[in-house]
């Protein structure tokens, strides 16, 4: 069994920063893809960022290019986000996922994903 732990969450004003960081422990899988998605009350997860791991090319939402970095490390199965220059539209519940399968139709895509962690709230103040 796969489990994905998030960690760094809390509440920062606007203009401020988190780092977010996620860890994967149990059975040792080789995943492909890891990312971040977020979800804000009363709508549906969106993608934030991921990381593709056999180039480490990195994807990011247009909404957090620019004030977002994602980075890692593979043989570790771990990821972080760094989250800069952070605006209350950036609030929700933070999630880590991660997918063993190599090829995928989007790496934006929350169906793709088949590891997921609990979520780490984010709340940015105005």
């Known amino acids: 069994q796969v489990q994905l732990v998030e960690s760094g969450g809390g509440l920062v004003q606007a203009g401020g920063s988190l780092r977010l960081s996620c860890a994967a422990s149990?059975?040792?899988?080789?995943?492909?893809?890891m990312g971040w998605f977020r979800q804000a009350p009363g709508k549906e997860r969106e993608f934030v960022a991921a990381?593709?791991?056999?180039?480490?090319?990195?994807y990011y939402a247009d909404s957090v290019k620019g004030r977002f970095t994602i980075s890692g490390d593979n043989a570790k199965n771990t990821v972080t986000l760094q989250m800069n220059t952070l605006n209350p539209e950036d609030t929700g519940v933070y999630f880590c996922?991660?997918?063993?399968?190599?090829?995928?139709?989007?790496?934006?895509?929350?169906?793709?994903?088949?590891?997921w962690g609990q979520g780490t709230q984010v709340t940015v103040s105005s």
């Open positions: 996922a991660a997918t063993t399968t190599m090829i995928i139709r989007t790496i934006r895509g929350v169906s793709e994903y088949e590891y």
């Open positions: 149990g059975r040792t899988f080789r995943f492909f893809h």
């Open positions: 990381i593709r791991w056999s180039d480490r090319n990195t």
